[in-house]
């Protein structure tokens, strides 16, 4: 498993001082179980398994976090991204001269489009530092030097 940071001063912040104790552990519980992107395969059962809490107790922690905008829900609810992941692995803004975050990159062009009512998000916090309705999903990968990856892998 990777080393996750974890920055201390977030609970001084108003967002995570105002949530409720269930979702303060959601909260780091997604921390540690999602993806180097950020992004995590909503297993219900698993969530459950391990946290003890109830499906309706994690139902409301979702809520309350997406209502706070730590996460945000894939249209088909089956994907979450953790909004504030990259910024607290020292990953935020992504740079294409960086061999991490080149698979940061990877792991998002794959993943960002399960998002597309919230693409407008994405382009708001310049995940690319470009704007995604200018750029294609092949010239944001381009400008990564993805293509060999994602053409082996059986994504493009």
């Not at 977030?10 to 992107?37: C, G, H, Q, T």
């Not at 979702?62 to 991204?81: C, H, P, V, Y």
């Not at 080149?102 to 995940?127: Q, R, W």
């Amino acid at each position: 498993m990777a080393e996750r940071r974890s920055r201390q001063e977030k609970i001084k912040e108003d967002w995570f001082f105002d949530l409720s104790p269930k979702s303060k552990l959601m909260y780091y519980y997604l921390n540690d179980s999602v993806d180097r992107a950020g992004f995590y395969p909503v297993s219900i059962k698993h969530i459950m398994f391990e946290t003890k809490l109830s499906n309706h107790e994690i139902e409301h922690c979702f809520s309350e976090l997406e209502q706070a905008g730590i996460i945000i829900r894939s249209d088909d609810n089956k994907t979450m991204w953790l909004t504030t992941f990259l910024k607290e692995q020292n990953n935020y803004p992504l740079k294409s001269n960086n061999n991490c975050h080149k698979g940061v990159c990877a792991v998002m062009c794959k993943t960002i489009y399960f998002f597309n009512s919230h693409i407008d998000l994405f382009e708001k916090i310049k995940i690319f530092k470009v704007s995604i309705d200018r750029k294609t999903k092949e010239e944001i990968v381009e400008e990564f030097g993805l293509v060999t990856y994602l053409k082996r892998e059986g994504l493009m």
